[in-house]
């Protein structure tokens, strides 16, 4: 089955750290650029962060840079996301969800259920 | 970056009747080297994943019921569900990905009037 598990989320304290994974399965990973997309509670979709399938590339958005990270490890299907210096806006469910193949200019055709991550002292 | 903005940010239709979601960009997103619009429409229910309807502005994702159509260029688009069924209550979102600061409208609640 295709399909995006994500993992990782819970509470955490403000300055904390935290790393999310998103398990693939049910196709090919490694030709695939994947992202991370967001929503706060009561909240629209927030894009946070993308990675080109051949890891050469990352983008981030602004409100993250310097605190988190995207990477992947194609040989385990897997995508990661290191998370620090958390905030009580960083709240929301993390989805993971796939790109294209082409390059990584793609609308997002897959996505996982999501992982809550709830920051609070 | 570029700025998505949806109208209304909430509407009621009956069902089988007309539903028309507008969606408009700070920049064209249309790419003169392939003359596609790079604007994609997701459909998020309460409890489940996003799910992708509609890329390029108007073509159909797999699976999705013909009732849900895109269009436009450049600027301006619109979703249209032709005929509102239960199961389309939802927030639909707009997003472009023609820069790699990838933006979403606000979205748009669907209810049954």
């Known amino acids: 089955e295709v399909q995006l598990v994500e993992s990782g989320g819970g509470p955490v304290k403000p300055g904390g750290s935290l790393r999310l994974s998103c398990a693939a399965s049910?196709?090919?990973?490694?030709?695939?650029?994947m992202n991370w997309v967001r929503q706060a509670p009561g909240k629209g979709l927030e894009w946070v962060a993308s990675i080109s399938s051949d890891t050469l590339h990352t983008y981030h958005v602004d409100s993250v840079k310097g605190r988190f990270t995207i990477s992947r490890d194609n040989a385990k299907n897997s995508l990661y996301l290191q998370m620090s210096s958390l905030r009580a806006e960083d709240t929301a469910v993390y989805y993971c969800?796939?790109?294209?193949?082409?390059?990584?200019?793609?609308?997002?055709?897959?996505w996982g259920r999501g992982t809550l991550v709830t920051v609070s002292s | 970056d570029v700025v998505m903005t949806q109208s209304p940010d909430s509407l009621a239709v009956s069902l089988g009747e007309r539903a028309t979601i507008n969606c408009r960009s700070s920049?064209?997103?249309?790419?003169?080297?392939?003359?596609?619009?790079?604007l994609a429409w997701y459909q998020h229910k309460p409890g489940q994943p996003p799910k992708l309807l509609i890329y390029?502005?108007?073509t159909r994702e797999s699976g999705v019921p013909d009732r849900f159509s895109g269009s436009g260029s450049g600027t301006d688009f619109t979703l249209t569900i032709s005929s509102l069924q239960a199961e389309d209550v939802a927030v639909y979102y707009c997003q472009q990905y023609y820069t790699t600061h990838w933006t979403f409208g606000q979205g748009t609640k669907v209810e049954i009037k």
């Open positions: 390029w502005a108007s």
């Open positions: 969800a796939r790109g294209g193949t082409i390059d990584v200019y793609w609308y997002f055709d897959l």
């Open positions: 049910g196709f090919a990973f490694g030709s695939y650029s």
């Open positions: 920049r064209s997103l249309l790419y003169s080297s392939n003359n596609k619009n790079y």
